[in-house]
Antibody, heavy 119, light 109 residues
Framework: EVQLVESGGGLVQPGGSLRLSCAAS????????MHWVRQGTGKGLEWVSA???????YYSGSVKGRFTISRDNAKNSVYLQMNSLRAEDTGLYFC?????????????WGQGTRVTVSS | EIVMTQSPATLSVSPGERATLSCRAS??????VVWFQQKPGQAPRLLIY???TRATGIPARFSGSGSGTEFTLTISSLQSEDFAVYYC???????????FGQGTKLEIK
């Protein structure tokens, strides 16, 4: 059974940092692009970042230069290092698996980890 | 940037009735559209991909149609567990950017 479990969220002050983790199981992580998607409270979904099977990273314009995505296939994990956090980064962060490389066709999502940026 | 617009924002339907949800793309996305369902506190669940292909384990009462810029999700006979928020999303563009519709809340009438 495919499972994605996010962790690492919490309360942080503006300008602070957090590192999110996504633990993957039930499939061979190295064969899939992995993504982070966030959802502000009461808001819609926003794509944040992706890491391809060749460790190629992609970022939305709103997080580029502040967030860094990475993966460790040996540990079956994907990470999102978030620096210089802003209030608008607050939300529920989901890890998602792309069914096909080079697409945002997400076939599995985690339950999310909550990030709150506030003083 | 391709903008996905869903309508209506809220749809009130009685159990057992049919629900029709719409999604429009600002430019063609071929058939590269998914629909998924989200309930409070739960992970999004993939329902339809390729505009009309049901994902594994999705009941036959869910169907998708459309291509180009106009897409529809139909739920033929609403069950209590179907009341949720539904999103459409395009996967035509790469690298990714804004790809999600804003959602349609399906509520009990």
């Amino acid at each position: 059974e495919v499972q994605l479990v996010e962790s690492g969220g919490g309360l942080v002050q503006p300008g602070g940092s957090l590192r999110l983790s996504c633990a993957a199981s039930g499939f061979t992580l190295r064969n899939y692009d992995m993504h982070w998607v966030r959802q502000g409270t009461g808001k819609g979904l926003e794509w944040v970042s992706a890491v391809g099977t060749a460790d190629d990273p992609y970022y939305s314009g709103s997080v580029k230069g502040r967030f860094t995505i990475s993966r460790d296939n040996a540990k079956n994990s994907v990470y999102l290092q978030m620096n210089s956090l802003r209030a608008e980064d607050t939300g529920l962060y989901f890890c998602a698996r792309a069914l096909y490389r080079g697409t945002t066709l997400f076939d599995y999502w985690g339950q999310g980890t909550r990030v709150t940026v506030s003083s | 940037e391709i903008v996905m617009t869903q309508s209506p924002a809220t749809l009130s339907v009685s159990p057992g009735e049919r629900a029709t949800l719409s999604c429009r793309a600002s430019q063609t996305v071929s058939s590269k559209v998914v629909w998924f369902q989200q309930k409070p506190g739960q992970a999004p669940r993939l329902l339809i991909y390729g505009a009309d292909t049901r994902a594994t384990g999705i009941p036959a009462r869910f169907s998708g149609s459309g291509s180009g810029t106009e897409f529809t999700l139909t739920i033929s006979s609403l069950q209590s567990e179907d009341f949720a928020v539904y999103y459409c999303q395009q996967y035509y563009t790469w690298p990714p950017g804004d790809s999600f519709g804003q959602g349609t809340k399906l509520e009990i009438k």
